[in-house]
Protein backbone atom coordinates (compact mmCIF):
# COMPACT_ATOMS: atom_id res chain seq x y z
CA UNK A 1 0.00 0.00 0.00
CA UNK A 2 1.35 3.21 -0.74
CA UNK A 3 2.23 5.60 1.87
CA UNK A 4 0.87 8.97 1.78
CA UNK A 5 0.37 12.45 3.94
CA UNK A 6 -2.55 12.24 6.21
CA UNK A 7 -2.69 16.05 7.13
CA UNK A 8 -5.55 18.28 5.15
CA UNK A 9 -4.61 19.59 2.27
CA UNK A 10 -0.96 17.49 1.72
CA UNK A 11 -0.78 15.28 -1.21
CA UNK A 12 2.91 14.32 -0.32
CA UNK A 13 3.32 10.57 -1.19
CA UNK A 14 6.28 8.04 -0.42
CA UNK A 15 7.91 7.56 -3.93
CA UNK A 16 11.06 5.67 -4.85
CA UNK A 17 13.63 8.88 -4.89
CA UNK A 18 12.15 10.53 -2.44
CA UNK A 19 13.75 12.38 0.32
CA UNK A 20 10.93 13.28 2.31
CA UNK A 21 10.28 11.34 5.69
CA UNK A 22 6.77 10.23 7.16
CA UNK A 23 6.48 9.39 10.55
CA UNK A 24 3.94 7.31 12.72
CA UNK A 25 0.82 8.84 14.81
CA UNK A 26 2.79 8.43 18.11
CA UNK A 27 1.11 5.43 20.24
CA UNK A 28 1.59 7.49 24.05
CA UNK A 29 -2.49 8.70 24.82
CA UNK A 30 -1.06 12.55 25.61
CA UNK A 31 0.70 12.63 23.00
CA UNK A 32 -1.16 10.86 20.06
CA UNK A 33 -4.45 13.39 21.24
CA UNK A 34 -2.16 16.46 20.67
CA UNK A 35 -1.35 15.47 17.15
CA UNK A 36 -4.78 14.59 16.02
CA UNK A 37 -6.11 18.20 17.59
CA UNK A 38 -2.79 19.72 15.64
CA UNK A 39 -3.93 17.67 12.35
CA UNK A 40 -7.45 19.18 12.52
CA UNK A 41 -8.89 16.83 10.37
CA UNK A 42 -12.91 17.81 10.53
CA UNK A 43 -14.49 13.72 11.52
CA UNK A 44 -12.20 14.38 14.45
CA UNK A 45 -13.92 17.57 15.51
CA UNK A 46 -16.81 16.25 14.78
CA UNK A 47 -16.18 13.02 17.20
CA UNK A 48 -16.53 15.27 20.17
CA UNK A 49 -19.95 15.74 19.18
CA UNK A 50 -20.41 12.15 18.25
CA UNK A 51 -18.08 9.70 19.91
CA UNK A 52 -19.24 7.35 18.06
CA UNK A 53 -18.24 8.61 14.47
CA UNK A 54 -14.64 10.01 16.15
CA UNK A 55 -11.54 9.51 13.48
CA UNK A 56 -9.19 6.62 14.37
CA UNK A 57 -6.01 6.24 12.71
CA UNK A 58 -5.74 2.74 11.75
CA UNK A 59 -2.26 2.60 12.33
CA UNK A 60 -0.96 2.97 8.43
CA UNK A 61 -1.16 6.78 8.33
CA UNK A 62 1.68 8.89 8.28
CA UNK A 63 2.08 13.00 8.73
CA UNK A 64 5.40 13.95 6.49
CA UNK A 65 8.27 15.94 7.18
CA UNK A 66 6.59 18.87 5.60
CA UNK A 67 4.88 19.80 8.66
CA UNK A 68 7.33 19.77 10.79
CA UNK A 69 9.99 22.92 11.47
CA UNK A 70 12.92 21.36 11.78
CA UNK A 71 11.92 17.95 9.30
CA UNK A 72 11.64 15.58 12.22
CA UNK A 73 9.92 15.56 15.00
CA UNK A 74 10.87 16.09 18.84
CA UNK A 75 10.18 14.31 22.11
CA UNK A 76 10.68 17.14 24.13
CA UNK A 77 6.93 18.53 25.12
CA UNK A 78 8.44 22.16 25.03
CA UNK A 79 9.49 21.87 21.52
CA UNK A 80 7.20 23.23 18.69
CA UNK A 81 7.91 19.87 17.01
CA UNK A 82 6.57 18.44 19.41
CA UNK A 83 3.55 18.27 16.95
CA UNK A 84 3.42 18.92 13.78
CA UNK A 85 2.17 22.70 12.91
CA UNK A 86 3.16 23.26 9.38
CA UNK A 87 -0.46 22.85 7.49
CA UNK A 88 -1.45 24.35 4.09
CA UNK A 89 -4.67 25.92 6.32
CA UNK A 90 -6.36 29.52 5.17
CA UNK A 91 -4.90 31.59 7.70
CA UNK A 92 -5.30 35.54 8.45
CA UNK A 93 -2.35 37.62 6.65
CA UNK A 94 -2.02 39.52 10.21
CA UNK A 95 -0.80 36.32 12.06
CA UNK A 96 0.80 37.09 15.62
CA UNK A 97 4.11 36.23 16.62
CA UNK A 98 2.73 33.68 19.31
CA UNK A 99 0.88 31.54 16.62
CA UNK A 100 3.79 31.87 14.00
CA UNK A 101 5.85 28.23 14.70
CA UNK A 102 8.82 29.28 12.91
CA UNK A 103 9.20 32.46 15.23
CA UNK A 104 8.28 30.02 18.15
CA UNK A 105 10.88 27.53 17.37
CA UNK A 106 13.89 30.19 16.87
CA UNK A 107 12.97 31.46 20.37
CA UNK A 108 12.78 27.86 21.64
CA UNK A 109 16.86 27.24 19.96
CA UNK A 110 17.67 30.79 21.66
CA UNK A 111 16.40 29.88 25.00
CA UNK A 112 17.95 26.44 24.90
CA UNK A 113 21.39 28.14 23.85
CA UNK A 114 21.20 30.78 26.76
CA UNK A 115 20.82 27.94 29.27
CA UNK A 116 23.58 25.77 27.92
CA UNK A 117 26.22 28.63 28.21
CA UNK A 118 25.05 29.61 31.74
CA UNK A 119 25.18 26.13 32.29
CA UNK A 120 29.02 25.52 31.19
CA UNK A 121 29.71 28.40 33.39
CA UNK A 122 28.44 27.42 36.68
CA UNK A 123 28.80 23.94 36.22
CA UNK A 124 31.65 21.50 35.09
CA UNK A 125 31.87 20.55 31.75
CA UNK A 126 29.50 17.14 30.21
CA UNK A 127 28.99 15.00 28.01
CA UNK A 128 25.41 16.16 27.86
CA UNK A 129 24.11 15.78 23.96
CA UNK A 130 22.49 17.82 21.67
CA UNK A 131 19.00 16.16 22.55
CA UNK A 132 19.60 16.68 25.63
CA UNK A 133 20.07 20.41 25.36
CA UNK A 134 16.74 20.18 23.15
CA UNK A 135 14.44 18.12 25.59
CA UNK A 136 15.08 21.80 28.14
CA UNK A 137 12.14 23.65 28.79
CA UNK A 138 11.22 26.63 27.43
CA UNK A 139 12.48 30.45 28.25
CA UNK A 140 9.49 30.72 30.65
CA UNK A 141 10.86 28.54 32.85
CA UNK A 142 14.51 28.55 32.73
CA UNK A 143 15.15 30.41 35.45
CA UNK A 144 12.73 28.00 37.85
CA UNK A 145 15.41 24.80 36.08
CA UNK A 146 18.30 26.50 37.40
CA UNK A 147 18.56 25.14 40.45
CA UNK A 148 18.02 21.32 39.80
CA UNK A 149 20.79 21.46 36.60
CA UNK A 150 23.29 20.50 39.28
CA UNK A 151 21.27 17.30 40.50
CA UNK A 152 20.87 16.39 37.07
CA UNK A 153 24.76 16.70 36.14
CA UNK A 154 25.78 14.63 39.22
CA UNK A 155 23.06 11.81 38.02
CA UNK A 156 24.64 11.91 34.70
CA UNK A 157 28.40 11.33 36.42
CA UNK A 158 27.07 8.69 38.13
CA UNK A 159 25.49 7.07 35.15
CA UNK A 160 28.86 7.47 32.93
CA UNK A 161 30.23 6.02 36.01
CA UNK A 162 28.35 2.97 35.99
CA UNK A 163 28.74 2.81 31.76
CA UNK A 164 31.98 2.86 32.23
CA UNK A 165 32.14 -0.14 35.10
CA UNK A 166 29.91 -2.11 32.97
CA UNK A 167 31.87 -1.59 29.93
CA UNK A 168 35.41 -2.97 32.07
CA UNK A 169 33.23 -5.59 33.06
CA UNK A 170 32.92 -6.76 29.32
CA UNK A 171 35.98 -6.19 28.41
CA UNK A 172 36.95 -8.62 30.82
CA UNK A 173 34.21 -11.11 29.87
CA UNK A 174 35.12 -10.60 26.32
CA UNK A 175 38.77 -11.32 27.41
CA UNK A 176 37.57 -14.44 28.77
CA UNK A 177 35.81 -15.72 26.36
CA UNK A 178 38.26 -15.14 23.52
CA UNK A 179 40.85 -17.00 25.82
CA UNK A 180 38.35 -19.75 25.89
CA UNK A 181 37.59 -19.86 22.15
CA UNK A 182 41.44 -20.26 21.47
CA UNK A 183 41.42 -23.27 23.99
CA UNK A 184 38.80 -24.48 22.30
CA UNK A 185 40.28 -24.28 19.10
CA UNK A 186 43.58 -25.56 20.02
CA UNK A 187 41.57 -28.80 21.65
CA UNK A 188 39.59 -29.13 18.13
CA UNK A 189 42.44 -28.89 16.22
CA UNK A 190 44.35 -31.84 18.62
CA UNK A 191 41.17 -33.84 18.52
CA UNK A 192 41.18 -33.86 14.08
CA UNK A 193 44.76 -34.88 14.39
CA UNK A 194 44.59 -37.53 16.61
CA UNK A 195 41.20 -38.59 14.17
CA UNK A 196 42.96 -38.57 11.48
CA UNK A 197 46.22 -40.80 12.84
CA UNK A 198 43.55 -43.09 13.90
CA UNK A 199 41.56 -43.45 10.86
CA UNK A 200 41.74 -46.28 8.09
CA UNK A 201 43.56 -44.01 5.07
CA UNK A 202 46.27 -44.49 2.88
CA UNK A 203 47.27 -41.16 3.93
CA UNK A 204 48.35 -41.82 7.33
CA UNK A 205 49.81 -45.67 6.48
CA UNK A 206 53.02 -46.44 8.42
CA UNK A 207 55.30 -49.60 7.78
CA UNK A 208 53.98 -51.09 10.64
CA UNK A 209 50.61 -50.07 9.49
CA UNK A 210 50.99 -51.36 6.01
CA UNK A 211 52.35 -54.84 7.19
CA UNK A 212 49.56 -55.30 9.31
CA UNK A 213 47.20 -54.06 7.10
CA UNK A 214 48.22 -55.13 3.48
CA UNK A 215 51.35 -57.52 4.29
CA UNK A 216 53.10 -55.25 2.22
CA UNK A 217 56.38 -54.76 4.46
CA UNK A 218 56.64 -50.88 3.33
CA UNK A 219 54.83 -47.79 2.32
CA UNK A 220 57.03 -47.33 -0.52
CA UNK A 221 56.12 -51.17 -2.04
CA UNK A 222 52.56 -50.43 -1.61
CA UNK A 223 52.93 -47.00 -3.66
CA UNK A 224 54.93 -49.30 -6.30
CA UNK A 225 51.82 -51.48 -6.13
CA UNK A 226 49.51 -48.36 -6.43
CA UNK A 227 51.38 -46.82 -9.11
CA UNK A 228 51.03 -50.74 -10.97
CA UNK A 229 47.48 -50.18 -10.97
CA UNK A 230 46.37 -46.34 -10.77
CA UNK A 231 45.65 -45.55 -14.47
CA UNK A 232 43.28 -48.46 -14.19
CA UNK A 233 40.98 -47.72 -10.95
CA UNK A 234 38.98 -44.58 -11.36
CA UNK A 235 38.24 -42.55 -8.48
CA UNK A 236 34.91 -42.60 -6.49
CA UNK A 237 33.59 -39.67 -4.85
CA UNK A 238 33.53 -41.20 -1.64
CA UNK A 239 37.29 -42.37 -1.94
CA UNK A 240 40.45 -42.13 -3.59
CA UNK A 241 42.15 -44.44 -5.93
CA UNK A 242 44.87 -45.32 -2.71
CA UNK A 243 41.67 -45.84 -0.28
CA UNK A 244 40.64 -48.23 -2.99
CA UNK A 245 43.49 -50.52 -3.15
CA UNK A 246 44.22 -50.20 0.92
CA UNK A 247 40.58 -51.48 1.02
CA UNK A 248 40.93 -54.47 -1.27
CA UNK A 249 44.18 -55.65 0.26
CA UNK A 250 42.80 -55.36 3.67
CA UNK A 251 39.97 -57.64 2.80
CA UNK A 252 42.51 -59.86 1.61
CA UNK A 253 45.17 -60.00 4.05
CA UNK A 254 42.93 -59.51 7.38
CA UNK A 255 39.58 -61.52 6.05
CA UNK A 256 37.25 -58.12 6.97
CA UNK A 257 33.56 -58.63 6.47
CA UNK A 258 32.33 -55.99 4.13
CA UNK A 259 30.24 -54.18 6.97
CA UNK A 260 33.53 -53.65 9.18
CA UNK A 261 35.62 -52.23 6.16
CA UNK A 262 32.74 -49.85 5.27
CA UNK A 263 32.50 -48.57 8.99
CA UNK A 264 36.68 -47.95 8.59
CA UNK A 265 36.70 -46.25 5.70
CA UNK A 266 32.92 -44.67 6.10
CA UNK A 267 31.45 -45.37 3.67
CA UNK A 268 28.40 -48.03 2.27
CA UNK A 269 29.02 -51.29 2.19
CA UNK A 270 27.40 -51.27 -1.33
CA UNK A 271 30.76 -49.37 -2.15
CA UNK A 272 33.22 -51.89 -0.24
CA UNK A 273 31.26 -54.46 -2.89
CA UNK A 274 31.54 -52.63 -5.90
CA UNK A 275 35.54 -51.78 -4.92
CA UNK A 276 36.51 -55.02 -4.21
CA UNK A 277 34.79 -56.34 -7.28
CA UNK A 278 36.47 -54.58 -9.47
CA UNK A 279 39.55 -54.14 -8.21
CA UNK A 280 40.90 -57.59 -7.55
CA UNK A 281 41.07 -58.59 -10.87
CA UNK A 282 42.96 -55.28 -11.76
CA UNK A 283 45.03 -56.58 -9.54
CA UNK A 284 45.29 -60.04 -10.37
CA UNK A 285 46.37 -58.54 -14.07
CA UNK A 286 48.91 -55.89 -13.58
CA UNK A 287 50.83 -57.95 -10.62
CA UNK A 288 50.98 -61.87 -11.95
CA UNK A 289 54.48 -60.82 -13.42
CA UNK A 290 56.32 -61.24 -9.83
CA UNK A 291 54.77 -64.76 -10.54
CA UNK A 292 57.83 -65.34 -12.64
CA UNK A 293 58.87 -68.61 -13.68
CA UNK A 294 63.16 -68.05 -13.97
CA UNK A 295 65.91 -69.51 -16.45
CA UNK A 296 67.83 -72.47 -15.25
CA UNK A 297 71.01 -70.45 -14.99
CA UNK A 298 69.06 -67.25 -12.77
CA UNK A 299 68.39 -70.70 -10.45
CA UNK A 300 71.76 -72.02 -10.20
CA UNK A 301 73.08 -68.44 -10.28
CA UNK A 302 70.77 -68.13 -6.88
CA UNK A 303 71.29 -71.45 -5.25
CA UNK A 304 71.27 -71.55 -1.49
CA UNK A 305 73.51 -73.75 0.03
CA UNK A 306 71.41 -76.43 1.00
CA UNK A 307 70.64 -77.57 -2.77
CA UNK A 308 74.37 -77.36 -4.01
CA UNK A 309 75.42 -81.22 -3.56
CA UNK A 310 75.86 -82.54 -6.53
CA UNK A 311 73.25 -84.62 -6.16
CA UNK A 312 70.69 -81.34 -5.88
CA UNK A 313 72.10 -78.62 -7.44
CA UNK A 314 69.89 -79.24 -10.61
CA UNK A 315 66.40 -78.77 -8.68
CA UNK A 316 64.27 -76.41 -10.52
CA UNK A 317 61.23 -75.99 -8.76
CA UNK A 318 59.41 -77.59 -5.48
CA UNK A 319 55.52 -78.47 -6.27
CA UNK A 320 52.94 -78.83 -3.74
CA UNK A 321 49.41 -78.14 -3.82
CA UNK A 322 47.25 -76.42 -1.09
CA UNK A 323 43.86 -76.63 -0.15
CA UNK A 324 41.08 -73.75 1.13
CA UNK A 325 37.46 -74.89 2.37
CA UNK A 326 34.60 -73.41 1.45
CA UNK A 327 30.98 -73.48 1.73
CA UNK A 328 28.80 -76.50 0.73
CA UNK A 329 27.65 -76.16 -2.91
CA UNK A 330 24.20 -75.65 -3.63
CA UNK A 331 24.56 -78.00 -6.94
CA UNK A 332 24.51 -81.69 -6.44
CA UNK A 333 27.81 -81.59 -9.67
CA UNK A 334 29.69 -78.84 -7.98
CA UNK A 335 29.26 -80.34 -4.49
CA UNK A 336 31.29 -83.96 -5.75
CA UNK A 337 33.90 -81.99 -7.20
CA UNK A 338 34.56 -80.12 -4.26
CA UNK A 339 34.37 -82.67 -1.71
CA UNK A 340 38.29 -83.57 -0.85
CA UNK A 341 38.52 -86.82 0.94
CA UNK A 342 41.94 -85.95 2.20
CA UNK A 343 40.68 -82.56 3.96
CA UNK A 344 37.08 -84.52 4.76
CA UNK A 345 35.78 -80.76 3.69
CA UNK A 346 34.41 -79.25 0.75
CA UNK A 347 37.52 -77.15 -0.69
CA UNK A 348 39.26 -75.40 -3.92
CA UNK A 349 43.08 -76.69 -4.60
CA UNK A 350 45.65 -74.69 -6.14
CA UNK A 351 49.24 -76.12 -7.53
CA UNK A 352 51.88 -73.64 -5.99
CA UNK A 353 55.58 -73.78 -7.22
CA UNK A 354 58.80 -72.63 -5.57
CA UNK A 355 62.45 -71.73 -6.48
CA UNK A 356 65.05 -73.66 -4.36
CA UNK A 357 65.78 -69.84 -2.87
CA UNK A 358 62.09 -69.46 -1.88
CA UNK A 359 60.59 -67.51 -4.45
CA UNK A 360 56.57 -68.04 -6.23
CA UNK A 361 57.33 -68.95 -9.86
CA UNK A 362 54.07 -71.20 -10.44
CA UNK A 363 50.87 -70.99 -9.66
CA UNK A 364 47.72 -72.63 -10.95
CA UNK A 365 44.01 -71.91 -11.49
CA UNK A 366 41.76 -72.98 -8.28
CA UNK A 367 40.56 -76.34 -9.02
CA UNK A 368 37.83 -78.65 -7.29
CA UNK A 369 39.20 -80.04 -3.97
CA UNK A 370 38.15 -84.08 -5.80
CA UNK A 371 41.01 -83.52 -8.39
CA UNK A 372 44.17 -85.65 -7.29
CA UNK A 373 48.02 -83.88 -7.55
CA UNK A 374 48.72 -85.67 -10.52
CA UNK A 375 45.59 -84.28 -12.96
CA UNK A 376 46.09 -80.83 -11.35
CA UNK A 377 49.66 -80.67 -12.48
CA UNK A 378 48.53 -82.03 -15.83
CA UNK A 379 45.71 -79.33 -16.17
CA UNK A 380 47.47 -76.40 -14.93
CA UNK A 381 50.29 -77.01 -17.70
CA UNK A 382 53.10 -77.14 -15.67
CA UNK A 383 54.90 -79.81 -17.96
CA UNK A 384 54.99 -76.82 -20.66
CA UNK A 385 57.72 -75.06 -18.28
CA UNK A 386 59.85 -77.93 -17.42
CA UNK A 387 63.38 -78.20 -19.79
CA UNK A 388 65.12 -81.45 -20.39
CA UNK A 389 67.56 -82.07 -17.33
CA UNK A 390 65.46 -80.23 -14.74
CA UNK A 391 64.76 -81.88 -11.21
CA UNK A 392 61.43 -81.22 -9.77
CA UNK A 393 61.32 -81.65 -5.80
CA UNK A 394 57.66 -82.63 -4.84
CA UNK A 395 55.52 -85.18 -2.34
CA UNK A 396 54.60 -88.48 -2.64
CA UNK A 397 51.05 -87.94 -4.06
CA UNK A 398 52.65 -86.30 -7.09
CA UNK A 399 53.23 -89.80 -9.22
CA UNK A 400 54.15 -87.89 -12.42
CA UNK A 401 57.70 -89.60 -12.51
CA UNK A 402 56.72 -90.80 -16.27
CA UNK A 403 55.23 -87.41 -17.58
CA UNK A 404 58.98 -85.78 -16.41
CA UNK A 405 60.86 -88.55 -17.85
CA UNK A 406 59.06 -87.77 -21.34
CA UNK A 407 60.06 -84.12 -21.03
CA UNK A 408 64.07 -85.21 -19.99
CA UNK A 409 63.31 -84.16 -16.16
CA UNK A 410 64.08 -85.98 -13.05
CA UNK A 411 60.90 -86.81 -10.06
CA UNK A 412 62.88 -86.37 -6.45
CA UNK A 413 60.17 -87.52 -3.84
CA UNK A 414 60.81 -88.90 0.05
CA UNK A 415 60.22 -92.86 -0.67
CA UNK A 416 56.60 -95.39 -0.25
CA UNK A 417 56.79 -96.74 3.09
CA UNK A 418 53.84 -98.92 1.89
CA UNK A 419 54.57 -102.95 2.51
CA UNK A 420 58.22 -102.32 3.87
CA UNK A 421 58.95 -103.03 7.52
CA UNK A 422 62.41 -101.02 7.61
CA UNK A 423 64.19 -98.54 5.17
CA UNK A 424 67.66 -99.09 4.75
CA UNK A 425 69.84 -96.69 6.29
CA UNK A 426 71.10 -94.46 3.21
CA UNK A 427 67.27 -94.17 1.65
CA UNK A 428 66.21 -93.06 5.43
CA UNK A 429 68.71 -90.27 5.27
CA UNK A 430 67.80 -89.36 1.15
CA UNK A 431 64.29 -88.83 2.33
CA UNK A 432 65.21 -86.74 5.53
CA UNK A 433 67.67 -84.73 3.34
CA UNK A 434 64.15 -84.51 0.90
CA UNK A 435 61.96 -83.67 3.46
CA UNK A 436 64.32 -80.94 5.08
CA UNK A 437 64.54 -79.18 1.21
CA UNK A 438 60.84 -79.62 0.38
CA UNK A 439 59.71 -78.13 3.30
CA UNK A 440 60.43 -74.63 2.14
CA UNK A 441 57.65 -75.26 -0.26
CA UNK A 442 55.09 -75.84 2.65
CA UNK A 443 56.47 -72.10 4.20
CA UNK A 444 55.72 -70.38 1.25
CA UNK A 445 51.84 -71.91 1.27
CA UNK A 446 52.06 -70.87 5.02
CA UNK A 447 53.06 -67.30 3.47
CA UNK A 448 50.45 -67.00 1.02
CA UNK A 449 48.12 -68.31 3.45
CA UNK A 450 49.23 -65.82 5.83
CA UNK A 451 46.11 -63.78 3.57
CA UNK A 452 43.09 -64.84 5.84
CA UNK A 453 41.24 -64.39 3.21
CA UNK A 454 42.28 -67.90 1.71
CA UNK A 455 42.26 -69.44 5.38
CA UNK A 456 38.79 -68.80 6.54
CA UNK A 457 35.62 -70.86 4.48
CA UNK A 458 35.30 -69.18 1.10
CA UNK A 459 31.64 -67.68 0.70
CA UNK A 460 30.24 -69.08 -2.63
CA UNK A 461 30.21 -65.72 -3.63
CA UNK A 462 33.48 -64.88 -3.30
CA UNK A 463 34.00 -67.97 -5.35
CA UNK A 464 34.47 -66.27 -8.68
CA UNK A 465 37.50 -63.84 -7.54
CA UNK A 466 39.32 -66.75 -5.58
CA UNK A 467 41.65 -67.83 -8.27
CA UNK A 468 42.73 -63.86 -8.88
CA UNK A 469 43.16 -63.76 -4.92
CA UNK A 470 45.13 -66.53 -4.73
CA UNK A 471 47.28 -64.68 -7.54
CA UNK A 472 47.82 -62.06 -5.44
CA UNK A 473 48.32 -62.82 -2.56
CA UNK A 474 50.97 -65.35 -4.15
CA UNK A 475 52.56 -62.31 -6.09
CA UNK A 476 52.99 -60.34 -2.74
CA UNK A 477 54.85 -62.70 -0.90
CA UNK A 478 57.70 -62.18 -3.72
CA UNK A 479 57.95 -58.69 -2.23
CA UNK A 480 59.23 -60.26 1.08
CA UNK A 481 62.98 -61.21 1.98
CA UNK A 482 63.95 -64.26 0.98
CA UNK A 483 62.92 -67.42 2.40
CA UNK A 484 65.67 -69.32 2.03
CA UNK A 485 68.91 -67.45 2.53
Request: net charge positive.
Given at each position: MPTSCCALNCTNRKDKGSRKKFFRIPAEPGRRAAWLRALKRSDF????????????????????????????PSKDPADPDYV??????????????????????????????????????????????????????????????????????????????????????????CESLQSEADNLREERDHLQEQIKKSSTSASNLTDAKCKLFTGIPTVALFMFVFRLV????????????????????????????????????????????????RCIPILAVRLKFLIHWPSKETVKRNLPKKFRKKKYSNCRVIIDCSEIFTERPYNLKTRAKTWSNYKHHHTFKFLVGITPYGAVSFLSSSWGGRISDKDITLKSRFYNKVEYGDMIMAD????????????GATLVM??????????????????RQISTLRIHVERAIERIKNFQILSQICPLTFAPLLSDSVVICAALTNLLPKLIK
Open positions: EQGKKNPTAAWTPRGHERVCSDHFISGNPSLFNLPTSASCNRSRNPVAKKDRYMRAAKRLRVSSENEAPPTSLNDEEMIADPPPESVETLRDPLPESVETLREQLTKVQEEKCKLEQFSDFIAPLKSMCQQDQILMTLMKLRLGLKNADLALRFSVSASTVSKVINRGFTISEELALKPPFTTGRKQLPGRIVQDA
